[in-house]
């Protein structure tokens, strides 16, 4: 039996309305990561580091004496606008990482265009900031973030809500540890 296009409306309605609802409960939750969840909310790394307490990268471990700095990171939740020291943290490391592949692309790199994409009013982030390791202004150093956004699933017919993830950085010191998996465990969760 097909349903009649009043039917096929009200459905169509209330879908549109559940997402919504949710949408708006996503975006207006001030912490996503609920107790259930501290199981994942914590890293242990080891960091490489070169003899003099120096950050290395790996490309240079060959030339330099190396040591395992074995530490536990918190991942947090934070939500657009950041303070300007973590926005800063996070425009840098997408900086380190992407400039040379976005300067070679068609588009180039536009870091103010990528400023306002991380200052969205519902910009979401999970950050890796390592307490121990400071930078010169006493701050702990970012190691890693994801930009994700509770989005629909299509602009035109939307049928569900998701979390959309823009983008995810890890720096050179973070790499290969396994935050980027963590990150991307937590937001699957979520």
Not at 151 to 164: G, I
Request: with cysteine; proline share 2%.
């Amino acid at each position: 039996m097909s349903k009649s296009k009043k039917q096929l409306r009200k459905e169509a309605t209330l879908l549109v309305n559940r997402i919504r609802r949710n949408l708006q409960h996503a975006n207006e939750c001030k912490q996503p990561l609920s107790s259930s969840l501290s199981a994942f909310t914590s890293i242990q790394v080891n960091l490489q580091r070169g003899e003099g307490g120096k950050d290395e990268s790996a490309s240079s471990a060959t030339s330099t004496a190396m040591k395992n700095d074995a530490r536990n990171l918190e991942i947090e939740f934070s939500k657009s606008p950041l303070p300007d020291n973590l926005l800063n943290s996070c425009l840098n490391l997408f900086q380190e990482n992407m400039s040379e592949m976005y300067k070679k692309s068609s588009w180039g790199l536009n870091m103010k265009e990528k400023e306002d994409e991380l200052t969205h009013e519902n910009a979401r982030y999970l950050l890796v900031v390592d307490g121990e390791n400071k930078d010169d202004k006493g701050r702990g150093l970012l190691l890693a973030f994801a930009h994700f956004r509770f989005e629909v699933d299509d602009d035109d017919q939307p049928t569900q809500e998701v979390l959309y993830l823009y983008e995810i950085q890890i720096s050179q010191l973070g790499q290969r540890n396994g935050i980027g998996k963590r990150l991307m465990q937590i937001m699957e969760i979520m």
